[in-house]
């Protein structure tokens, strides 16, 4: 399963890294990946005018987006585009941060799980 992970370098710059979540066949229920800690389930909905600045991410997470489409722009000026179903494994926790702007005019709802 492909991911996209943000984390800073030495400097505190940002930038996209994509990884790949190895997934092993489990039977008849599909393909599974291993077990990935987490501490909490935050659900969360955001307005169609969300267009957050430089931030850094509060807290190492996962953020799985449930529909909706959004753009992030890393420290580097890479920009990439994320739909419904994209899962992203934020960690630039420190540093600049990332800026989010959301693409779509609805609400768009997401999942954010904690990890360590």
Known sequence: MKITRIQADADGVTHFEDRE??????GTIGRLSGRHPAGALIFRETSGDYDFDWHPAPQKQWVVLLDGEIEIETGDGAVRRFVGGDVLQLEDTDGR???TRQINAGTRRSLFIPFA
Do not use: Q
Not at 21 to 26: F, R, V
């Open 21 to 26: 979540i190895p997934l092993e066949p489990a």
């Open 97 to 99: 941060g990332h800026r």
